[in-house]
């Protein structure tokens, strides 16, 4: 059952709680962990560029007065970072981890991250998997919250070629990787719950988010007058960045949502306040999912909440 009005400007206060956002230094990532520091939690920004999260902490800071915010250096590509990511974070708990960052790659050549895994793939959704397991042990009472996308629905996942091997077209690289990540946070919670663990796994999904219509937050992103005039036909179906996190900032915060729950905007899945969407269709497919966790256990070497 979804809780009473959810006043996405009228958060509920989170001080004494500490948050991870994976990708917190830029796009909707950014915009979650702006949020949740207006709660008086605080947040971790999990980024692999010093500057770019030296820019994101002072952009919070300069909106939000007294924001509580740190930098974990985090490269996702990086078997060594994530393995260390706990004992550098150097803290009893850790009250959500939001699996938030990803990349989209347009050039037509396959990319490979140093463990020969195609990068996308690797990056959204194997180090999402990884950095979950390897963080474990202070997700005692947590969420683990994973940021998918509307795409993930319209992926072929062959289970049998996480690599991609075969065929490789980007955008739907892009597409398997983001099916697998929600995947992974359904199955996770089916596990959970079968071994009687206090931590969630929500899933959400940001729905159409565009630059042209995201509030600028220099020098993190910068919207021109032009941009913004280019970008308000669009208003009417899509929406920024900003609105864009409040399904995962729901999915972190509100004492109602349940783990295994599928949270994303109201209107067509595409604009508006955070909802529960029923979870059906490839994301309620378990037999697949399972079989990805166990492929994700194998390349990665990590099986999370084990």
């Known amino acids: ?5 959810w006043d996405v400007r009228r958060l509920p206060l989170a001080e004494g709680k500490t ?7 830029a796009g909707i990532g950014y915009f979650v962990a702006e949020q949740l ?17 030296d820019a994101a902490t002072a952009s919070i800071r300069s909106h939000v007065p007294h924001a509580r915010v740190r930098h974990l250096p985090l490269d996702l590509t990086d078997t060594e970072s994530l393995k260390t990511a706990g004992a550098r974070l150097a803290i009893d708990r850790l009250d959500a981890l939001v699996c938030n960052a990803g990349v989209l790659f347009e050039e037509p050549s ?11 793939f690797a990056t959204n959704h194997l180090a999402h998997f990884a950095l979950t397991g390897w963080l474990a042990p202070l997700l005692a009472e947590g969420r683990v919250v994973t940021t998918g996308s509307l795409v993930a629905k319209s992926a072929r996942l062959d289970v049998d070629d996480l690599r991609y091997t075969r065929g490789y077209e980007p955008k739907e690289a892009y597409s398997r990787s983001k099916l697998a ?13 079968a071994s009687g663990s206090r931590t969630s796994s ?8 565009l630059d042209s219509l995201t509030p600028s937050r220099p020098p993190v992103h910068v919207r021109s007058t032009g941009t913004r005039l280019r970008g308000l036909p669009s208003g009417a179906l899509l929406q920024g960045k900003h609105a864009g996190a409040w399904p995962a900032v729901r999915a972190v915060l509100d004492p109602s949502a349940q783990g295994g729950q599928l949270w994303r905007p109201r209107v067509f899945g595409l604009r508006g306040v955070p909802t529960l969407e029923p979870v059906k269709g490839k994301l309620a497919d378990t037999e697949l ?16 909440f084990a």
């Open 202 to 209: 929500i899933v959400n999904h940001p729905g159409g988010a």
């Open 19 to 25: 948050f991870l956002v994976t990708g917190g230094n």
């Open 1 to 5: 059952m979804e809780s009473g009005p």
């Open 289 to 304: 999912a399972a079989r990805v966790w166990a492929a994700s256990v194998e390349l990665t070497g990590v099986d999370p």
């Open 37 to 53: 520091a207006g709660t008086g939690a605080t947040v971790v920004l999990g980024s692999r560029d010093q500057t770019k999260a």
């Open 110 to 120: 396959r990319r490979e991250n140093p463990d020969g895994q195609e990068l996308m």
């Open 181 to 193: 990540q929600m995947l992974f946070g359904f199955e996770l919670d089916r596990r959970l719950r």
